[in-house]
């Protein structure tokens, strides 16, 4: 029998390698790339037609993000502000390549498009989903100029108990065969289409599950979302250390998500006088799919306080 027959007859068909046609773009604007020394080549949306301070959009970190969580406030933004998305290390349109994901990695990468792509003299206004606000939080720490302002949808790091490290799926992470055939069980179909179905309260949107799906079967697909389900990616004690020093004005924009707590933003506020926080409901972790409106009047309201 040959090798072909050996693999047909008894590897199961969601762990095959097949054939496809390069990733399409998530979202429809011109994309661009920047090389980094720490995360290789990133690539990124942009639109820049309209004037005005730039506008970053980061988005999560899950088994098969992308800028395409991002669509809706891409596509409602572009017309008003120049807009810039971009692709984070390890997904989407991004090199997947062998390196270690870690949070550094993420922050140096925040840190480096923001200095060399973006380049607003006044910092740019910042909009991050989930885990990603860690990344920018710090980063706006360490480097004020850089951001303007915040916006954190539904950020991760604001519940009483810290998610905990997997040294086990870590060390799993280190061997390839395993490490891709765990993955494309996590991260097959209905696998992926039961996760997304979380982050929504009516049916998930059909072109973000879409997507999700055609990103996780990219080569390397496994590598930075393992990383982030080993813990790896998260900041111990990111309360204390990022959101309570942010020292730029931040909008927290939240409601129910499966995903992550919200139970200290009554003491964030207490102490971080820079905090605001609006409910955007009934939500479940993307807002701005099932909420967009109200979504942006939040924003929007947020952004004209702009004394700063």
Not at 3 to 14: E, I, W
Not at 132 to 150: N, P
Not at 260 to 268: E, G, K, M, N, V
Request: aromatic share 8%; glycine share 6%; with cysteine.
């Amino acid at each position: 029998m040959s090798l072909d027959g050996v693999v047909d007859r008894f590897v199961p068909s969601a762990l095959r390698r097949t054939e496809r046609a390069p990733l399409a773009g998530a979202l429809d604007a011109e994309v661009r790339h920047v090389d980094t020394w720490s995360a290789g080549r990133l690539a990124y949306y942009v639109d820049t037609r309209a004037a005005g301070r730039p506008v970053v959009l980061l988005h999560g970190v899950d088994a098969a993000a992308s800028s395409k969580e991002m669509a809706p406030l891409f596509n409602a933004l572009r017309r008003k502000r120049p807009v810039y998305a971009l692709d984070l290390p390890g997904f989407g349109l991004s090199e997947r390549s062998d390196r270690a994901y870690d949070r550094e990695l993420y922050r140096a990468a925040v840190r480096r498009f923001l200095t060399d792509v973006v380049r607003e003299p006044g910092g740019a206004d910042v909009i991050a989903l989930s885990l990603s606000s860690e990344f920018v939080a710090a980063v706006a720490c360490e480097e004020m100029s850089l951001v303007h302002s915040l916006v954190l949808v539904s950020p991760t790091g604001l519940g009483r108990e810290a998610p905990g490290a997997n040294v086990v799926l870590r060390a799993v992470s280190h061997v390839p065969p395993v490490a891709e055939a765990l993955y494309r069980v996590l991260a097959s179909p209905p696998s992926l289409r039961w996760f997304l179905k979380k982050s929504f309260v009516g049916a998930p949107d059909p072109g973000l599950v879409d997507y999700a799906i055609r990103t996780s079967k990219e080569p390397g697909a496994h590598r930075a979302p393992l990383a982030f389900i080993s813990g790896a990616l998260f900041t111990e004690g990111a309360f204390q250390r990022l959101y309570a020093r942010l020292p730029v004005p931040t909008l927290i924009v939240h409601d129910q998500d499966p995903y992550s707590r919200f139970d200290r933003l009554d003491d964030l506020q207490q102490q971080n006088a820079r905090v605001e926080v609006a409910r955007v409901a009934p939500t479940r972790g993307l807002p701005h799919f099932e909420q967009l409106d109200a979504t942006l009047e939040v924003v929007r309201r947020f952004w004209a306080q702009d004394p700063w």
